[in-house]
């Protein structure tokens, strides 16, 4: 009898020590998650700053010259800062310095879609299908 106490007392030692250790591992797993959503938070911001700076950089460049690609890049900026609409009257002010800029066009499509106005998208996509099979750019 004496024996089965000792090994009862050896197990629940052991099981408690496991359990100690998983407590431990778990404790420092969830330090390191809480730092890796923390570094991926950080990683958002400067990306975020970093397209906020280029838009500043864009904007103080070109002021409001006539850059058809000076306004697709705004745009693109905007887009990825989930100004849709901004997005939108960018590629709509380099289609109007560049009626045949077909990037512009195809840009604005996706924008439009993005934004749920697929009559917009579409028109715009038959419009670059029709220029580009037919050489012709002229819209009337």
């Given at each position: 009898?004496r024996?089965?106490?000792?090994?009862?007392?050896?197990?629940?030692?052991?099981?408690l020590?496991?359990?100690?250790?998983?407590s431990?591992?778990?404790a420092?797993?969830a330090?390191?998650?809480?730092?890796?959503i923390r570094?991926s938070?950080?990683?958002?911001?400067?990306?975020?700053?970093?397209?906020?700076?280029?838009?500043?950089?864009?904007?103080q460049?070109?002021?409001t010259?006539?850059?058809a690609?000076?306004?697709?890049?705004?745009?693109?900026?905007?887009?990825?800062?989930?100004?849709?609409r901004?997005?939108i009257?960018?590629?709509?002010l380099?289609?109007?310095?560049n009626?045949?800029?077909?990037?512009?066009?195809?840009?604005?499509?996706w924008?439009?879609?993005?934004l749920?106005d697929?009559?917009?998208?579409?028109?715009?996509?038959d419009?670059?299908?029709?220029?580009?099979?037919t050489?012709n750019r002229d819209?009337?």
């Amino acid at each position: 009898m004496r024996l089965s106490v000792i090994f009862g007392t050896m197990t629940t030692i052991a099981l408690l020590f496991t359990s100690s250790i998983a407590s431990n591992n778990n404790a420092n797993a969830a330090p390191n998650q809480t730092a890796r959503i923390r570094n991926s938070d950080r990683l958002a911001q400067n990306s975020q700053q970093q397209a906020d700076n280029l838009l500043t950089a864009g904007n103080q460049k070109f002021g409001t010259r006539n850059y058809a690609e000076a306004y697709l890049n705004r745009g693109l900026a905007l887009a990825n800062l989930d100004d849709n609409r901004g997005a939108i009257a960018d590629y709509n002010l380099a289609i109007n310095v560049n009626p045949n800029y077909y990037l512009a066009y195809n840009n604005r499509a996706w924008t439009k879609s993005v934004l749920g106005d697929p009559k917009g998208a579409v028109a715009d996509y038959d419009y670059l299908r029709y220029a580009t099979r037919t050489g012709n750019r002229d819209r009337s």
